[in-house]
């Protein structure tokens, strides 16, 4: 088993990716902290890996709140003792109904062979709310959470901390500057923190997904996932296992010599 007698915690790991990632990495030997913003969703992951042989504990922690994030951390150290792996999971995604309404209004313009001449106004209409909120989950999050990693990992000189960056902070979404901002934001953040503790042995990598077939893609009617698969070269969505994959990558010693890099499973929507 490649995370045999490891401790990992998985922020958002109460669906979607996070959910998959803990269930691979508890099949691969890990202890499994699993977090979710929702204690029942996170005991329901628990229960799983539990069924299936595996060691797992609950944290709920709204990983944008810094007090709740530090009591989280308090709590995994008292009761595993250390921590080796982090994975930065947790996210949202927002689109409001305007946004989804012209957005499917340029598409079909687009399919019936015009060129679009209007943005979709995402920008235009996002409230101060929904900027924040996105930002505070998914950056503040990231940093949240790899602060408190940092004051296990550094003194143990080990560990492995993954960050979900995602497509939209390469390529950006003219759907959704909020997350494209707070993606590009954590894969400099990624870059930055695995120059600082390397020398820790500390390994910080990023994980920058393209559309995968998860509830974060909830948000998109079936015209614009059908857009996506028709530009994506492989001609699909990408599945969670897909992502755990190269999660677990990441957490084993196969990735001794990798370190501050981007790793974009996407299907050839971005080369």
Not at 243 to 256: F, G, I, K, N, R
Request: proline residues 3%.
């Amino acid at each position: 088993m490649k995370l045999q007698g490891r401790v990992a915690l998985i922020t958002g790991a109460g669906s979607g990716l996070g959910r998959e990632i803990a269930l691979t990495f508890a099949r691969e030997g890990a202890r499994i902290a699993v977090n979710d913003v929702r204690r029942e969703t996170a005991q329901a992951v628990c229960d799983e890996i539990r069924r299936a042989g595996g060691e797992a504990l609950a944290l709920r922690a709204d990983v944008s709140d810094s007090v709740e994030v530090a009591a989280m951390f308090e709590q995994l150290v008292d009761q595993c003792g250390r921590l080796d792996i982090l994975v930065n999971n947790a996210g949202i995604a927002v689109m409001t109904d305007a946004v989804k309404a012209k957005s499917g209004e340029l598409i079909q313009q687009t399919l019936s062979g015009q060129r679009p001449t209007e943005s979709v106004g995402a920008t235009r209409h996002m409230t101060d709310a929904q900027w924040r909120r996105t930002l505070a989950i998914h950056l503040d999050g990231t940093f949240c959470c790899t602060r408190e990693a940092l004051k296990i990992m550094e003194p143990q000189r080990s560990g492995k901390i993954i960050n979900m960056a995602s497509i939209a902070g390469l390529l950006g979404l003219a759907i959704a500057p909020d997350y494209c901002a707070a993606k590009a934001g954590i894969i400099g953040f990624t870059k930055a923190v695995a120059r600082e503790v390397a020398a820790c042995g500390i390994y910080v990598n990023a994980i920058a997904p393209g559309f995968i077939d998860t509830p974060l893609l909830d948000p998109l009617d079936e015209t614009m996932k059908m857009m996506i698969v028709v530009q994506t070269p492989l001609g699909r969505l990408g599945t969670p296992q897909e992502v755990a994959a190269v999660a677990l990558y990441l957490a084993s010693d196969e990735s001794s010599f990798t370190i501050g890099q981007v790793i974009s499973p996407n299907g050839g929507l971005y080369i």
